[in-house]
């Protein structure tokens, strides 16, 4: 073993621990040790509080045979409900330090021995050869994750791109298995140094919690390839367990086209100005949309459809509607993106605040206004006019 700081190129790496307090006295502080470059030091969190998960909690961590451990849901959890906010046990850059440095092992050793404990059962699908243990868990179970950079480190060479690459291991959420077709996902916050784990669609009691590992969107073949290479598994899950080839063709095709989907059909984007489209055409071939992901239960890419739609009966000032799509949002939002629920909300309340509500309505009513020319006989259509008259920023919605 060498001491720090360890070196990899131009970069120096150093271990870390930031220390999260627990508000309970009887809870003790949570810490998470981090292999990093010194210049992001300053710009980590300092002097926050640990964040609590819901309690009761609803999900246990259990075996499950063959796959190891796995997450389950004790009893029903909706769409969009928080399962777990946690912050890591550890962090790592991108690059792999040679074995001798034996910073991995250094990095372990900075954690309180009740989080090494638990970080030490977890799975390893690397092989001696390749890595130390402990390398081998951080490998196996990080996930990308967002961390703050000083100036020199945010340069667009392909080095400072590599060297602003980090993984974080989480002791809960990374029990996590993989689903072709899953029920949760998480999102990381920088700001809270935390990731919280949500549901995507209705879960019940005693259903495992699974997340995605791999582009949901790409056929099986591809997937299982990707799964066995990255992570030493073939995946069984109900969507590639069929045995039926005809099925698993059409599954495919459906992935194929809802990848493709915003780039061959229209979007509210370029139809809410257009008055020569149908006022169903977008929430027609959104809820068509909606409907493969309900079959494919591919529910982890339902919330731009569902906003779309609700945007367009702002537009078209249907309320009734735009309340029911707009709570779908919200319900949906409150965890991966809490901003833009809150703006979503605020709307429900007082639909007639958004900026353009009820604009196709109001543009529609005066398809039978016109106005002449030059005393000539040609007629012309004045919300024509209006229309080009505004402004041609396809955002001014919002």
């Known amino acids: 073993m060498t001491t720090p700081p360890w070196k990899y190129g131009t970069q120096k790496f150093v271990v870390h621990t930031v220390n999260f307090k627990s508000i309970y006295a009887h809870k003790p502080d949570v810490q998470c040790a981090i292999l990093l470059d010194p210049r992001m030091i300053p710009l980590l969190p300092t002097n926050l509080c640990a964040v609590e998960p819901p309690q009761p909690p609803c999900f246990q961590v259990r075996e499950t045979g063959e796959k190891g451990a796995g997450m389950f849901a004790l009893q029903d959890i909706s769409a969009g409900q928080l399962i777990i906010r946690e ?35 977890m799975a390893n699908w690397k092989s001696p050869e390749e890595c130390s243990h402990e390398e081998g868990i951080a490998r196996t ?13 945010n340069r667009d060479s392909s080095e400072q791109i590599q060297a602003r690459e980090y993984g974080a291991t989480f002791l809960k959420i990374d029990r996590c298995n993989h689903s072709c077709s899953p029920n949760a996902a998480h999102k990381w916050d920088v700001a809270t140094f935390s990731s919280s784990l949500y549901a995507l669609r209705d879960i019940h009691a005693g259903e495992e919690i699974c997340i995605t590992y791999t582009d949901i ?25 069929q045995e039926d080839e005809e099925a698993v063709e059409r ?80 319900d949906l939002s409150r965890i991966a993106n809490p901003g833009f629920a809150t703006q979503f909300e605020r709307w429900t309340d007082n639909p007639e605040s ?39 920023n396809d955002n001014e919605f919002w």
Request: some cysteine.
């Open 87 to 121: 912050h890591p046990a550890i962090i790592i850059p991108a690059p792999s330090f040679p074995r001798e440095y034996g910073a991995y092992e250094t990095l372990y050793q900075a954690l309180p021995e009740f989080i090494r404990t638990d970080l030490l059962k």
């Open 217 to 241: 969107t790409a056929p099986r073949q591809t997937r299982r390839a990707k799964l066995e290479k990255s992570y030493g598994f073939l995946c069984h899950c109900q969507t590639c367990d």
């Open 354 to 392: 958004m900026k353009q509500w009820a604009w196709r309505r109001k543009q529609q009513s005066q398809r039978t206004r016109y106005i002449k020319f030059n005393d000539g006989d040609e007629l012309v259509d004045l919300s024509m006019m209006l229309s080009l008259s505004s402004s041609d």
């Open 141 to 153: 179970n990080g996930t990308d994750v967002d961390l703050l950079f000083p100036s020199e480190m």
């Open 251 to 330: 599954s495919d095709l459906i992935r194929e086209e809802l990848h493709d989907w915003w780039f061959t059909n229209p979007g509210y984007t370029k139809w809410w100005k257009d008055l020569c489209r149908a006022d169903d055409a977008i929430i027609k071939s959104h809820q068509r949309a909606l409907e493969l992901i309900e079959r494919e239960s591919l529910q982890a890419l339902q919330v731009p459809f569902i906003e779309e739609i609700a945007l367009c009966y702002a537009v078209l000032g249907e309320k009734e509607n735009f309340r029911v799509w707009g709570k779908k949002v919200v």
